[in-house]
């Protein structure tokens, strides 16, 4: 391992380990839609690569990390590898933050954009690679790209798998980029995994409907250009969804709410007080 690997992983462990304790600090710094596009605290793009969302998380990435970062901080020299990482980190961010552009409440923390960067630079510079069990790295990255695919696709669960794609891309284009024998010595390799990323990438920006996703990521949603328009919106969604409960209740009685319409009910209670 080399210095600034190890500083990364310090660095990472140091501000999860705050986040874990402090959740105004979590909140402060993790990627959040509203507050980039509305406050525009482009920061977060940056400090949300330094938070996970629990040990396990944590862990993994950094194990990760621990794996692949020494071989190609040796390689490229320590400013490449710097700018390697936080690429992918931030261009992952970006990618995210395009795609839930109308979901104001998305967020997301953890390194794995910049991880992906760097295990995918290895991945192309590295001809003959072999990884966990000595599969062929090439096997590895395929297999990861369209996985990443597939939860960008399902969004089975609550992971950035669009920030892990583009973050494995740009990682593995940056390598190629300051490593161009990489191109003649593995191009194999190099194509078979950017192929697919780039393909599904501009479909994703370009013509999201052909994915025929049935859900938060890909649905219609409220754009609002300044806080004020979004809490007044909000208010008036607020208001007509008081109005409606009142409206049950004269025809149905109290026993007909849910505990969600209780609850708003008694939420609205408390703020007219």
Known sequence: ?????????????????????????????????????????????????????????????????????????????????LLIYFASLVGGDLLSLFIHRHDSGYSSVGASGAVNGIIFAAIAVFPGMTMFFAIPAWIFGLAYVLYSIYGVRSRRNNVGHESHLAGALIGMLLGVAMFPAALTENYFTILVITIP??????????????????????????????????YNAEKIDKEKEVDRILEKISKKGMKS??????????????SVR
């Open 1 to 81: 391992m080399i210095g600034i690997s190890i500083f990364l992983i310090l660095a990472n462990f140091i501000v999860s380990y705050k986040g874990f304790n402090d959740r105004n600090f979590y909140e402060r710094y993790e990627f959040s839609v509203e507050k980039i596009k509305l406050y525009r605290q482009y920061y977060r793009l940056v400090t949300s690569g330094f938070l996970h969302v629990n040990w396990m998380h944590l862990i993994f990435n950094m194990i990760a990390l621990y794996f692949f970062a020494g071989s190609v901080e040796s390689f490229f020299g320590p400013l490449q590898f």
């Open 197 to 230: 990323c780039i393909v599904f990438i501009y479909i994703i920006l370009t013509r999201p409907h052909v994915l025929l996703i049935d859900n938060n990521f890909f649905k219609t949603q409220k754009r609002y250009y300044s806080i004020d328009q979004k």
């Open 257 to 270: 709410l849910t505990p969600k319409e209780r609850e708003t009910l008694e939420n609205h209670s408390k």
